[in-house]
């Protein structure tokens, strides 16, 4: 029997890719293929934009009010809450994260669906008492248009909802590219997106390479905006090419985040939420705590405990619930992780757990590698530096509080920070010294839609999540109205 074939999702038709070609998904527990995606083009793209273009400006859609845009996404919210478990099957099968954790994602999921259904018709305007007489001035927020997703391998869904609520909420449409490796779900995901009845072109998926399909997306002139979430290189690619025509932006791009400990916090739960930074996901997390800063007094004693824990780590098949760390995602990714594991120990770091791929039984063929941790770490190293994407973790420890905040600071990244202490001056202050979105004070890799999510510094542009994120898909106008019988002086600017 043949593997399933997907097919693009192009004006609310299931449309084979133009050139006839598809590309094997591969899962990474077995390292075998298990279905087919199309591989699309130039023509696919331009399709999917010209369909979406079309729906913004014509048809159903724009006729809709935001109560109505409103209800249609609440019904796709509980339609995907119907189907969560489906969806989270796929993802697993797809891309080898715990089952665990993709079942409690995609029950989740609806919450953005929820959020922004409730927000889309309390999107207000103001009357602005202005300083002219016989002058009537007020704002709309209107939508931007179409709007361009593309989104990386490692939470295919949940980033694209991230991107999808808020932007249909507010009126616009959407082309989705998900990542080659990982596409499966989204064509899952339109199955649901048809049956809750949304008009043609509303909602699209083309598969394919950043190259192949990404590249026609981010330049189209058709495209008002570019929600994108992955690599920092390949955002900085994406931000040149959007400026052709001038697109806005979002971007959610890469980490280091350091995830800091003092004396004073409470060790054990300190040692569960630097695990839960880096081996949760198999460290395949842009929020990975990478860094462990551990106050040097403490240091032995807190390798010690994170060891421990980390030791216990059972690998093997996502799909079991009793796993905790999983594969890596993908090939490249599996062989980036290893050369890293290589860099440090070239660079002097000293490797006190794992350091290697995994070959226990559990593990098959997949492409797995053992939590790994790393001590003796100097935050200008590379490994402390560069984002791996892996389960590997490098500790670095410091002398006092200024010394944690400038190691924590001092990396190109700044998308989030976990600190562990009881002293709530201390919390308080870090706080606001710490160069990240999102900073976790006792806890760690936890998220909702209410609250904005995104980068300082290189970890990107915009937010998501949160009522922030709605303004990111609407442009606001304003609109001047004259009730004066005359008109003044024509030559000179009106400004009184
Ligand atoms: P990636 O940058 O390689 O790919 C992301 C997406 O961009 C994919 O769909 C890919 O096909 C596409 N792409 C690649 N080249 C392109 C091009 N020239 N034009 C248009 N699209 C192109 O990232 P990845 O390896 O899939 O994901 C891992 C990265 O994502 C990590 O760096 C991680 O930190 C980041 N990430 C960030 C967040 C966040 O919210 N900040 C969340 C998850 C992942």
Not at 120 to 148: H, R, S, W
Not at 292 to 314: G, M, P, Q
Request: glycine residues 8%.
């Amino acid at each position: 029997m043949g593997l399933p074939h997907y097919q693009h999702y192009i004006n609310g038709k299931w449309c084979p890719p133009s050139n006839n070609d598809f590309i094997e998904s591969i899962n990474p527990y077995t390292a075998k293929p298990w279905c087919l995606i199309p591989r699309g083009n130039a023509n696919d793209m331009n399709q999917a934009i010209e369909a979406a273009h079309l729906a913004f400006t014509q048809g159903e859609w724009p006729k809709m009010n935001a109560t109505a845009r409103g209800a249609l996404l609440r019904k796709l919210g509980d339609i995907v809450s119907q189907h969560a478990e489906h969806l989270a099957q796929i993802e697993v099968t797809d891309n080898g994260k715990l089952i665990a954790e993709m079942s409690a994602q995609l029950h989740y999921l609806p919450q953005w669906l929820y959020y922004y259904a409730g927000l889309a018709d309390k999107i207000e305007g103001q009357v602005l008492p202005i300083d002219k007489a016989d002058m009537f001035n007020f704002t709309l927020y209107e939508p931007l248009g179409v709007i361009g997703a593309i989104t990386p391998w490692n939470s295919p869904l949940l980033l694209m909802i991230w991107k999808l609520a808020p932007a249909l909420a507010a009126g616009n449409t959407f082309v989705l590219k998900p990542s080659e490796f990982t596409s499966a779900s989204a064509f899952e995901f339109a199955k649901l997106v048809e049956q809750a009845g949304f008009p043609p072109g509303v909602f699209n998926v083309v598969s394919g390479t950043g190259q192949e399909v990404g590249d026609t997306l981010t330049a189209h002139p058709l495209v008002a905006k570019i929600a994108f979430t992955g690599g920092t290189q390949t955002g900085k690619h994406i931000y040149q090419q959007a400026a052709t025509h001038l697109k806005k932006v979002s971007l959610e791009l890469g980490g280091k985040s350091p995830n800091i400990v003092f004396k004073e916090a409470h060790l054990e739960n300190a040692a569960k939420g630097v695990i839960s930074g880096i081996f949760a996901a198999t460290g395949q997390t842009c929020i990975a705590g990478s860094r462990l800063l551990v106050e040097k007094s403490i240091h032995d004693e807190f390798v010690e405990k994170v060891v421990a824990i980390a030791k216990t780590a059972k690998m093997g098949n996502p799909l079991s619930y009793e796993t905790q760390v999983g594969p890596v995602t993908t090939k490249p990714q599996y062989e980036k992780i290893l050369s890293y594991l290589d860099i440090a120990k070239a660079e002097g770091a000293k490797c006190v757990l794992g350091g290697s791929k995994a070959t226990r039984p559990e593990c098959g063929d997949g492409w797995f590698i053992e939590p790994t941790i790393f001590t003796s770490v100097n935050n200008n190293m590379r490994i402390a530096q560069e984002e791996v994407f892996g389960p590997v973790l490098s500790v670095i420890s410091f002398e006092d509080e200024e010394e944690a905040v400038y190691l924590a600071n001092n990396v190109i990244y700044g998308l989030a920070a976990g600190l562990w202490t009881q002293n709530m001056q201390r919390a308080l202050n870090l706080s606001k010294r710490l160069q990240a979105g999102t900073v976790w004070v006792n806890t760690y890799r936890t998220l909702s839609f209410m609250s904005p999510f995104g980068g300082y510094k290189q970890s990107g542009i915009g937010r998501e999540s949160g009522q922030e994120a709605i303004y990111q898909y609407l442009q606001p106008k304003c609109v001047w109205i004259s009730t004066a019988t005359e008109v003044p002086n024509p030559f000179i600017m009106r400004l009184k």
